[in-house]
């Protein structure tokens, strides 16, 4: 049940989809892989729309040259872990919500005990192998993925449904190499906000996922394209029969 | 025949956004890739190994269906059909 305040902070998005909705991104746990440039974006919309539950990781303190995009964190936090001023601005834009904040490195180690309690997993990283990390994560435990990238002017976006849809590995079979890459935070904010798009459609059960689409944001052009993907049968994320036969870190997955 | 060409992320920025080749006789993915990287520099660069293979994490889309290079580029092209090219951009 949504109490008085929850009512009023919610007022506009209730006429949107009715307190049913909203009590159910209020009951949802989210994981926010990251609280870079996309982990701000998507993590200050998704406690502004008041996903019940949010937590973030993030192993970096903030340096002067994040704050052109990683509108978490303020001029004064240069220094502090990313993971406590995350915390402090959730936690003022809703004080409704729980907001765990957790300094932290995402690696295979970690991340079980990382997800325990979680939904949806934002991918808000800035490299592919944490990406698959967090695509195998997913699919294990068979909960929703939501992709985004960007470099520069240019952006991407995809949602990875387990069981139903392409996962990250089929429409990526190969990670590009590491860089460090050109950020422009308007982008974060469009890609970033695609993402939080998605969770919420997903939460809601309402309308058409980006599934089996990759998006491509081209904000140099202004231009927001889509090319389909599919599922790889020679998948080895998330091809079933490959993984059971070939990886043991799969034993425990039940084959249907 | 006609092939039209369209890029993605940074290599819209080296190509353009949309390219329209005209190709005599039988096209192939890896002949409209040859066609670009023999005309652009920098789209070779970007695209390919030095040693010339084809760099392994770069998608290829024929009518926005994707193709796994490693196998696939040898498909005949039709007159009228889209090679869609980009990087994976990695980001955050
Ligand atoms: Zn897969």
Redesign the interface.
């Given at each position: 049940m949504l109490n008085q305040a929850e009512r009023e902070r919610y007022a506009r998005q209730i006429r949107l989809f009715g307190e049913d909705g909203q009590e159910k991104l209020k009951k949802s746990s989210v994981f926010v892989a990251?609280a870079?440039?996309?982990?701000s974006v998507v993590s200050i919309y998704m406690a502004a729309a008041g996903f019940g539950r949010i937590r973030i990781v993030d192993c970096d303190s903030v340096e002067l040259s994040n704050l052109n995009r990683q509108v978490l964190h303020g001029s004064d936090d240069v220094g502090r872990r990313k993971a406590r001023s995350a915390e402090e601005m959730l936690q003022g834009i809703n004080p409704e919500i729980d907001v765990d904040a957790i300094v932290g490195t995402i690696d295979e180690d970690s991340l079980d005990r990382l997800l325990q309690g979680c939904d949806l997993i934002m991918?808000?990283?800035?490299?592919?192998p944490t990406r698959y990390l967090l695509n195998r994560a997913a699919l294990q435990r068979k909960i929703p993925l939501f992709h985004?990238?960007?470099?520069g002017f240019?952006?991407?976006a995809t949602t990875i449904i387990p069981g139903k849809s392409a996962c990250l590995r089929c429409?990526?079979?190969?990670?590009?190499?590491?860089?460090t890459?050109?950020?422009l935070g308007s982008t974060?904010g469009v890609i970033g906000s695609v993402q939080v798009t998605e969770a919420v459609k997903y939460v809601l059960g309402s309308g058409e996922l980006l599934t089996d689409r990759l998006m491509?944001w081209?904000g140099?052009?202004s231009?927001m394209?889509e090319?389909?993907?599919?599922r790889d049968s020679s998948c080895r994320d998330c091809c079933n029969k490959y993984n059971v036969e070939t990886n043991n870190m799969w034993n425990n997955v039940e084959t249907e | 025949m006609k092939i039209k060409v369209m890029a993605f992320a940074s290599f819209r920025e080296i190509l353009g956004k949309e390219l329209n080749l005209d190709i005599v006789g039988e096209a192939t993915a890896a002949g409209v890739l040859a066609i670009l990287a023999s005309r652009n520099k920098r789209f070779k660069e970007a695209a390919f190994e030095e040693s010339g293979w084809l760099r392994d994490y770069v998608q290829i889309m024929i009518n926005r269906k994707r193709i796994d290079p490693r196998q696939d580029l040898s498909t005949k092209l039709n007159d009228g059909d889209e090679l869609v090219i980009f990087p994976p951009v990695a980001g955050g």
């Open positions: 990251g870079g440039g996309l982990g991918d808000a990283m800035d490299n592919f985004g990238a960007i470099c240019q952006g991407q429409i990526f079979p190969r990670a590009p190499p590491a860089a890459f050109p950020a974060c491509l081209d140099l052009n231009c394209d090319v389909a993907c599919v | -």
